[in-house]
């Protein structure tokens, strides 16, 4: 490591930690590696940081979707990536499970074809901070990814979840069929006859085979690490409101690899 060793390189370690908010360590870590931001490259990074400052858990690709999106900026990729790398903003790769499955085994489910084709559903859990449980409940539209509802509250049953789907047939139409796993709030009997009589397909998963619904399962991954991991909530009304501008921003800003970098709402109203 390359020591600072004059009262020049000393100021250029207080500006540069102070304008880019770079921990000392990092500061060490990016003065053993020699770099030297020029004026444009220091721009740039400002960019980076504000974007990162919004979406803590995008990678460069993302921020590059996001430079040209915010600030109009087209810059090549490979220089994203530079300038991401230097300032230590990769994020921790995550360790795949293996499954012991055939790949095959998806194929009982169709491939949505248009918005409002395929709707998926599922529960997730959390806790405010003082411990009370928020049971939630998303749906989203597996051709857009859109999320359609987040909503939470203690407890959460088959005609609360019919009650809800009724109110978004009202506003965006009904879907041909909708996917879920085998809980008891999905198999009950109200909610089996609500969408018989609405002639929506109702499909099941196998117990005990969530990767089969692969959209709502990476769904639930990003609203884990984006929404739920990174606030708090004092209670159900707070987490309520927070989710509310999540759908919002889900919905509207963030870009999708698999939408070839698109937001769900541009993809929903495009196709419909």
């Not at 509310?244 to 800003?253: D, I, M, P, R, V």
Request: net charge positive; hydrophobic share 35%.
């Amino acid at each position: 490591m390359r020591a600072i060793r004059n009262e020049s390189d000393r100021r250029r370690q207080k500006i540069l930690q102070k304008l880019f908010a770079i921990p000392k360590s990092n500061f060490y870590r990016m003065i053993s590696k020699n770099i030297d931001l020029n004026a444009s490259d220091m721009e740039l990074s400002r960019m980076i940081r504000k974007i990162i400052e919004l979406y803590p858990r995008y990678g460069y690709r993302r921020v590059k979707v996001a430079l040209k999106r915010m600030f109009f900026l087209n810059v090549n990729h490979k220089k994203v990536y530079r300038i991401y790398s230097e300032l230590c903003l990769q994020l921790p790769q995550k360790r795949r499970k293996r499954n012991n499955y055939r790949s095959t085994a998806v194929s009982s489910i169709p491939d949505p074809q248009y918005p409002n084709h395929q709707w998926s559903m599922d529960f997730m859990f959390d806790r405010t901070e003082n411990g009370q449980q928020i049971k939630i409940l998303n749906i989203i539209d597996n051709y857009s990814r859109k999320l359609l509802l987040t909503i939470g509250k203690s407890s959460l049953r088959a005609c609360d979840v019919s009650s809800y789907l009724q109110t978004l047939f009202d506003f965006y139409g009904k879907p041909r069929s909708i996917i879920s796993d085998n809980g008891p709030e999905f198999r009950a009997e109200l909610l089996t006859k609500m969408l018989r009589n609405s002639r929506i397909e109702q499909l099941f998963i196998y117990p005990g085979k969530p990767w089969l619904n692969g959209y709502i399962e990476s769904f639930n991954g990003k609203y884990r690490d984006e929404f739920l991991n990174m606030e708090s909530f004092a209670n159900l009304i707070e987490f309520n409101e927070k989710a509310l501008a999540f759908t919002a921003e889900y919905n509207q800003n963030r870009v999708h690899s698999a939408l070839k970098y698109a937001t769900p709402h541009e993809v929903f109203e495009k196709c419909s």
